[in-house]
Structure formats: C-alpha cells, structure tokens
C-alpha cells in the first residue's frame, strides 16, 4: 500500500510540474519594429509625432519615407495611438477652420487627417505633409489600412 501512495504523489508532481513551465513560457514576446522605425509590420502608415517623420510600410518594410510630418500644437495635439483608415477626400476643404485640406486621410472618428499642409506651422491636430507626400499617401494608403502614431 506505501508504494501505491509513492507512485500517485510521484505521478501528481510530475503533473504539475510542467503546468508552471508552460505558464511561464506563454508570455508574448514584444513585436517587432519595422527597422528605421518606431511602428510594428502590421502597420500601413507609421508616424513618429516626436522626430516629425512619417513612413509608409507593407509586409514589414519601408517603401516611402522618411517623409516630414508635422503634427498638432499643443493645445490640439495629434492622437498617439493604432488607427485605421476611414476614408479619403482629395480636394477636402474644412468648414470648422474654412481651410483646404488637400490630399486628406482620415483616420479618426474625430476628423484627425494626413493632408497637404505647412511644415513649419502645427496644425489643429491633423498631419502636416508635403504636396508630394501627401499625394502619395493619399494613392497609397486605402480605408482600412492601420496607422500607427507614436509620441
């Protein structure tokens, strides 16, 4: 009867043991950044708010940018965040500050966009591209694409 009771004690710490290993491994690693990059692969648009720069990424990799990006002044700071894409308009004019906003790419639900604009004043929280980049981002990116805005 005293080895009966060995072998289940033996058989139930084995059973436990790999339990606390496995629960120790299931830790994810941290996802890995698009080189020359602050953003991860699975994003489509990548903008660094604190380098002023802005890139655009398919399968994990850079095929336009380092392009200048200006965001929002203080007061009306650009959104840190993973976004998507909402829609599009080409020749956007803003009835709130009754400006043209050429080239927009929305990706908030707070009208927050890439669109053609200064890049030397901030904006009321949009991105600021060049007229080359922001045609670019506008052929490129599509509704639904994620955008990745880091601080």
Not at 78 to 86: D, E, L, Q, S
């Amino acid at each position: 009867m005293l080895s009966r009771i060995a072998m289940v004690s033996v058989t139930a710490a084995a059973a436990v043991l790999p339990l606390g290993a496995a629960s120790a491994a299931a830790e994810p690693a941290a996802p890995e950044l698009v080189p020359g990059t602050p953003c991860t692969a699975t994003a489509h648009a990548c903008v660094s708010l604190s380098a002023n720069r802005a890139w655009l990424i398919r399968a994990g990799e850079v095929y336009y940018g380092e392009a200048s990006a200006l965001g929002g002044r203080p007061e009306t700071p650009t959104p840190a965040g993973v976004f998507h894409v909402t829609w599009k308009d080409k020749d956007h004019h803003s009835k709130e500050f009754d400006a043209p906003m050429p080239n927009s790419v929305f990706f908030t639900n707070t009208g927050v966009a890439f669109h053609q604009g200064s890049l030397t004043e901030r904006s009321a929280g949009c991105l600021h591209l060049s007229k080359k980049s922001s045609e670019v981002f506008f052929d490129k990116l599509q509704v639904g694409d994620e955008v990745q805005v880091v601080p």
